[in-house]
């Protein structure tokens, strides 16, 4: 009888713990899966199946197909419904933003409400449905003749600031890495303001940050390159340098959405880089120094429907200053 009970006792024992072990082991797997998933990504699709009508791209039989390197036709402008969302884009589990390839190479953002990768499925079902608002998000930001959030122009030094409506060519290429996504944006013989010059842009985004780290490699020194965030009518800017004078921000909080809800923006740059800050018509500016050396900056945006995200205007700043002490070291 004893023996009996002795070898129940074990069998259990054995069992429960073959339980646990296989409990433990799918959790391990589970987590590793969750590691695994990617935290940033960038693309650019451009439509197959129709064909060019003047400016347009049309047809009824059309599908996306996702490429790696594009030089924009020379048909492309404003609403060619060519390329999905108008060009490439980039995201981090925090936030997703994209470039118009076309003249106003503004830099919209999408608000995110997930912690997922979310722009492969954007504007497929329907070309502007990305303006409605759905389970991930949407476009947010109503950029208008602006910038938009760190894009990048030449200002003549008055009220207007030059996009990019005379270049000779236009490139964009994807990075997808370990280290986070982004795309390098090359543009040929843009002449602006009486001058020539070729402009690089690389634009990158690591896992876990809301800030696209800029850098911009023109060709030639000219006054006036300058990067801005879009204005809007009753809405501050805040401007703060680090203690030790090498980094600071300009940033504006409030109702600046196309919901209308609460959205926080801005621009981090490096002191010794900047000639002087302005204002545009339709931006503030931060006017760089004219250099061909690559000029760094970062910018940011912050929405108040970001899953587990900045809800108010103090946790906002407090990131901002958060960020320009780490930036600063």
Not at 50 to 67: C, I, L, R, S
Not at 140 to 164: E, M, P, R, T
Request: charged fraction near 25%; glycine fraction near 8%.
């Amino acid at each position: 009888m004893k023996k009996t009970v002795l070898l129940l006792i074990l069998c259990l024992a054995t069992f429960f713990a073959c339980k646990e072990g296989t409990t433990n082991k799918i959790n391990t797997e589970e987590t590793t899966q969750d590691q695994k998933a990617p935290k940033t990504y960038a693309e650019i699709s451009i439509k197959e199946g129709g064909h060019w009508e003047g400016k347009k791209y049309v047809g009824e039989a059309f599908t996306f197909k996702n490429v790696e390197y594009l030089k924009a036709p020379d048909s492309l402008t404003d609403h060619s419904y060519y390329v999905r969302y108008e060009g490439p884009g980039w995201e981090s589990n925090k936030v997703g933003y994209r470039l118009y390839l076309d003249w106003r190479n503004a830099i919209d953002i999408f608000g995110k409400k997930v912690d997922t990768m979310v722009l492969s499925k954007v504007g497929l079902d329907n070309y502007d449905s990305y303006h409605e608002d759905s389970e991930w998000g949407q476009d947010i930001l109503k950029a208008g003749k602006s910038l938009g959030i760190g894009s990048y122009g030449l200002f003549d030094g008055n009220k207007n600031v030059a996009h990019f409506k005379k270049v000779d060519s236009t490139t964009a290429r994807i990075m997808n890495t370990k280290e986070g996504s982004g795309v390098v944006v090359n543009y040929y013989g843009w002449t602006v303001m009486d001058n020539t010059m070729d402009l690089q842009a690389d634009l990158f985004i690591e896992p876990d940050s809301r800030m696209t780290k800029a850098t911009l490699t023109p060709s030639k020194s000219i006054p006036g390159l300058s990067t801005g965030l879009v204005k809007f009518e009753g809405i501050d800017l805040v401007k703060k340098e680090s203690e030790n004078g090498e980094w600071g921000y300009i940033a504006t909080y409030g109702e600046q959405t196309l919901v209308p809800d609460r959205l926080g923006m801005a621009l981090f740059y490096k002191v010794d880089d900047v000639e002087k800050m302005s204002d545009s018509e339709f931006d503030h500016l931060v006017v760089f120094n004219p250099t061909t050396k690559p000029i760094t900056y970062y910018f940011a945006a912050a929405w108040e429907k970001e899953k587990e995200g900045l809800k108010n205007k103090a946790d906002f700043f407090a990131y901002l200053d958060e960020s320009l002490t780490s930036l600063s070291q």
